[in-house]
């Protein structure tokens, strides 16, 4: 069993910047999982942000956050990141940490088994 942990996040002014952290515990060793980001917004269907695979060397990100958005990883910490450049009103969202046992990248919602409780990102215009 994984727990995620996710922290950062808050208040951020629009254009400004944040950076998540997701910490991950149990359920073995940590590089055998792809990580992924979702968000949820008020009213909304959970969608996908970014995915990592187990070295890092391949992402994948939603097209609305491409360029803006990085995910990364260090496996000796089991801890994945997401950092948030250029942030707009539309990116407020609870943000969630996910995880699943595999070594290809996954950008579906019900292709992740261990779920973080979301960590909230507001962005004032």
């Known amino acids: 069993q994984v727990q995620l942990v996710e922290s950062g996040g808050g208040l951020v002014q629009a254009g400004g910047s944040t950076r998540l952290s997701c910490v991950a515990s149990?359920?073995?060793?940590?590089?055998?999982?792809?990580m992924g980001w979702f968000r949820q917004a008020p009213g909304k269907a959970r969608e996908f942000v970014a995915a990592?695979?187990?070295?890092?060397?391949?992402?994948s990100y939603a097209d609305s956050v491409k360029g803006r958005f990085a995910i990364s990883r260090v496996n000796a910490k089991n801890t994945v990141y997401l950092q948030m450049n250029s942030l707009k009103p539309e990116d407020t969202a609870v943000y969630y940490c996910?995880?699943?046992?595999?070594?290809?990248?996954?950008?579906?919602?019900?292709?992740?088994?261990?779920w973080g409780q979301g960590t909230q990102v507001t962005v004032s215009s």
């Open positions: 996910a995880a699943d046992r595999t070594f290809h990248i996954r950008v579906g919602f019900n292709d992740y088994e261990y």
């Open positions: 990592i695979n187990w070295s890092g060397l391949s992402t």
């Open positions: 149990g359920g073995g060793t940590f590089s055998n999982y792809v």
